[in-house]
T-cell receptor, first 113, second 115 residues
Framework: GQQLNQSPQSMFIQEGEDVSMNCTSSSIFNTWLWYKQEPGEGPVLLIA?????ELTSNGRLTAQFGITRKDSFLNISASIPSDVGIYFC?????????????FGQGTILTVHP | EAGVTQSPTHLIKTRGQQATLRCSPI?????VYWYQQALGLGLQFLLWYDEGEERNRGNFPPRFSGRQFPNYSSELNVNALELEDSALYLC??????????????FGEGSRLTVL
């Protein structure tokens, strides 16, 4: 099935460092979302973006909805050990794709104390 | 408030058998979604149920089916199991007014292993 192109696939960083990951698509999405999944858990929504160009923050997390509607990025500032997990971007279109999210392959984040 | 609950946690089947997975949404949520998460891959959309009806379907063969009950709980059935069906099956729910926002609440998943 179609997926978003998410990069990097994995990151190994030191506690306190900033993190940046992004997601691109060949087609337009009306909504971009970022989810985090920890071992043994389901994904949890971090940030939702609904308007092209929108920049939204949630604590140390900042995400942007690309102006072309074909990309989004997520930044995590001053990483801490509990940031460890898999981060997924997801996009949603309207119309026949109503109710369906398309996910990226995920970015595995490891934070060394 | 209880989150999305799924059962069983783990299920082991052999090729050709049928598997049934169950999901209870968060109280007050009317939409239920099913996603497949195979090892090393992102989540793939399977099915969306709302108010007892199938509203959308992903690119999966017809042997993947399901239903939603009057209490909004849902069941996913996979017939004629194949080895590549081995995956984590995630159920998610959303409120009626949120179904177009992408804001989903996921359960912990059911791990299906096909031998």
């Amino acid at each position: 099935g179609q997926q978003l192109n998410q990069s990097p696939q994995s990151m190994f960083i030191q506690e306190g460092e900033d993190v940046s990951m992004n997601c691109t698509s060949s087609s337009i999405f009306n909504t971009w979302l970022w989810y985090k999944q920890e071992p043994g858990e389901g994904p949890v929504l971090l940030i939702a973006l609904y308007k092209a160009g929108e920049l939204t923050s949630n604590g140390r997390l900042t995400a942007q909805f690309g102006i072309t509607r074909k990309d989004s990025f997520l930044n995590i500032s001053a990483s801490i050990p509990s940031d460890v997990g898999i981060y997924f971007c997801a996009g949603q279109r309207s119309g026949t794709s109503y109710g369906k999210l398309t996910f990226g392959q995920g970015t595995i984040l490891t934070v060394h104390p | 408030e209880a989150g999305v609950t799924q059962s069983p946690t783990h299920l082991i089947k052999t090729r050709g058998q049928q598997a049934t997975l169950r999901c209870s949404p968060i109280s007050g949520h009317t939409s239920v979604y099913w996603y497949q998460q195979a090892l090393g891959l992102g989540l793939q959309f399977l099915l969306w149920y709302d108010e007892g009806e199938e509203r959308n379907r992903g690119n999966f063969p017809p042997r993947f089916s399901g239903r939603q009950f009057p209490n909004y709980s849902s069941e996913l059935n996979v017939n004629a199991l194949e080895l590549e069906d081995s995956a984590l099956y995630l159920c998610a729910s959303s409120q009626a007014g949120q179904r177009n926002t992408g804001e989903l609440f996921f359960g912990e998943g059911s791990r299906l292993t096909v031998l």
